[in-house]
């Protein structure tokens, strides 16, 4: 069963500071991995998708890598923004039929 | 093209009432889920459709939960004899295909009093 794991709960960092978010997870047997934001009282944005194939993702200022090997993922932002304060998941997909299992989430607060 | 849509936004019942949510997902997607998120939690799959068919139900609760989706679009998650337990933010999501990126809608928050 796969388990996915993001820690710490809560980050808060000041504005134009580089962040990771670090997220973890048991079954490596994935294709691949995706990232999330989400904020207070909304749904789910998709951020970033990786495939196993590929080791990094980028989109603006953000970047995730996939070590498939280590069950690890990361997602860099790079300038932080007020703007970035949200929830941050991460899913890893299970089966043929890629139900996602998520993460708790980080919820980051970028400070002016 | 619009994303996907899910309503109603809101939905507040009594406890033992019958509810029914929907979503509309993207035009041409095949995959479709219903996930639910609790406070604090990420979200928990409840069942996938491919097409019309339900190809996985293994995360709904119990049998007072059944979902469809009879012309492989809009798909409707039923509730019966609904619990406070119940409460929480269903969520549905699209793609193109399995193994593909997944869009999410707003979800419906569902309170049970």
Known sequence: KQEVTQIPAALSVPEGENLVLNCSFTDS???????????????????????????????????????????????????????????????????????????KGITLSVRP | GAGVSQTPSNKVTEKGKYVELRCDPISGHTALYWYRQSLGQGPEFLIYFQGTGAADDSGLPNDRFFAVRPEGSVSTLKIQRTERGDSAVYLCASSLAAQREQFFGPGTRLTVL
Request: glycine share 10%; proline share 4%.
């Open chain 1, 29 to 103: 047997a994935i294709y691949n991995l995706q990232w999330f934001r989400q904020d207070p009282g909304k749904g789910l944005t998709s951020l970033l998708l990786i495939q196993s194939s590929q080791r990094e993702q980028t989109s603006g200022r953000l970047n995730a890598s996939l070590d498939k090997s280590s069950g690890r993922s990361t997602l860099y932002i790079a300038a932080s923004q007020p703007g970035d304060s949200a929830t941050y998941l991460c899913a890893a997909p299970t089966g043929a039929n890629s139900k996602l299992t998520f993460g």
